[in-house]
């Protein structure tokens, strides 16, 4: 760039009416120069980047046109509010760079028209290059309107750019037809407008780039459709085998949970009179430990009565051999399971019958050991529980004999 503005310099001082149009002007460095108002920043950040982001078709590229070659990218771009933040000398860094490129973008809009500085980037190009490109791309207002009485102020199209220059880079009195694309949504909109400038830049038809961008688009919805079909035939089997996983580990538990209730029931009857306390105690801890690590208020109603079943097993048992403590404990883990069952079926007579057992246990153990307010606490709510168990099923003469024996148990405690 050193090299561009000292000839440039040179060639300044030795031109008249054209002074700003050096003899000799370098190879482009940039392919284009976009210029904008102030305004319109938001408009240049985007077409900036939408343009050093294009890919021109594999097609098309390398084509020979009456721009010259078709390159692959379209960079880089020039953009003087991002890349001169820190300049000196605007106005030279400015001609420097409107004379190394190959094109003129112009964001044309009422604030544009009355840009003193976007119409001199316009003046400056076309006198550095009368046979360069200026293309004008439309963000507001609307062309030309200036020759419209009272409607001036709608004005899109900076003066220099409404204006010929003959082929030595000078103002004539004739209008200029810049070619111009609408960016706006109701016109050309984003995507047709950019592919326009960027077919007027490369010297190809509209035509090439549309189908062809058509085509990758296409192509493009055409692996995301290929991928997202993949990732349902996955995420289907996936589905399947977490369905067939649960089906079987549900089988599994029906299994553990029916040899379980065989060891709690069958097998504890057929032991109990033998007095197989060891054999016992084992049963229950190996049903115990089947449901240790699961959650409670995960267990089924049938899981948690077996729990408990385990527990009050393990808890006589201990009983019977004198370790008060670990029974005290056991029946009140099994007082937690039958509380979870109540609670999921607070007026279930059975329900009510299996926690009253084992709050009958808990204060039983706790009158054994001489804790009576625990003791007597426990038989009162013994008998509540009993006359709840009557008053869902008056009938049922195994409820009214909970309530005999939960008054004579309160009466001893």
């Known amino acids: 760039m050193a090299e561009v503005a000292q000839l440039l310099r040179k060639e300044r001082d030795r031109t008249d009416a054209g002074r700003d149009r050096p003899a000799t002007l370098p190879s482009p460095v940039y392919f284009a120069f976009l210029s904008y108002s102030h305004t319109d920043s938001g408009w240049g950040e985007w077409l900036h980047d939408s343009l050093e982001k294009f890919r021109v078709p594999s097609s098309i590229a390398g084509r020979l046109t009456p721009h010259g070659i078709v390159p692959k990218r379209l960079t880089p771009i020039f953009r003087d509010r991002k890349e001169l933040a820190a300049s000196s000398d605007l106005g030279a ?23 003193r500085w976007t119409n001199a980037e316009i003046d400056t190009f076309k006198r550095l290059r009368p046979d360069g490109a200026v293309l004008a791309a439309i963000v507001d207002g609307e062309p030309f309107a200036s020759d419209l009485p009272g409607r001036e102020s709608e ?10 220059y003959d082929r030595r880079g000078r103002p004539t009195p004739r209008r200029a037809e810049p070619l111009c694309t609408d960016l706006r949504d109701d016109r050309d909109g984003k995507r ?4 326009k400038l960027v077919a007027g830049m490369l010297g190809v038809g509209l035509d090439d780039l549309v ?29 399947i085998f977490a369905l067939q996983s649960r089906d079987i580990a549900r089988d599994q538990r029906r299994e553990a949970e029916s040899l379980v209730g065989f060891m709690l029931g069958d097998l504890r009857t057929k032991l109990e009179p033998l007095g197989r306390l060891d054999t016992l105690d084992a049963v229950g801890a190996r049903a115990l430990a089947y449901y240790q690590s699961q959650d409670k208020s995960e267990l089924s109603d049938q899981s948690l009565t077996q729990r408990s079943k385990a527990l009050t097993l393990m ?4 009983n019977t051999r004198g370790d008060l403590g670990r029974a005290l404990n056991l029946y009140r883990e099994a007082y937690a ?3 979870e069952a109540l609670r999921r079926e607070p007026d279930n007579p059975q ?9 009958f246990w808990v204060g039983e153990v706790a009158h054994q050991r001489g804790l009576m307010p625990e003791a007597e606490a426990s038989m009162r709510e013994y008998k509540r529980l009993a006359d709840a168990m009557v008053a869902a099923d008056p009938d049922n003469p195994k409820w009214k004999l909970e309530v005999k024996y939960s008054t004579t148990a309160l009466g001893l405690s």
């Open 351 to 359: 329900r009510l019958f299996d926690h009253a057992q084992n709050v």
């Open 337 to 339: 399971s039958t509380a």
């Open 315 to 318: 808890g006589e048992i201990a």
């Open 211 to 239: 189908q062809r961008e058509t085509v990758r688009r296409q192509r493009r919805l055409a692996i995301l459709a290929a991928a997202s079909l993949a990732g349902m035939v996955v995420t289907t089997s996936l589905a």
């Open 93 to 115: 860094e400015i001609r420097e760079a409107l004379a190394a490129s190959r094109f003129l973008i112009v964001l044309c809009s009422p604030a544009a028209a009355k840009s």
């Open 155 to 164: 004005e899109c199209l900076p003066h220099a750019l409404r204006v010929q």
């Open 192 to 195: 047709l407008g950019l592919l």
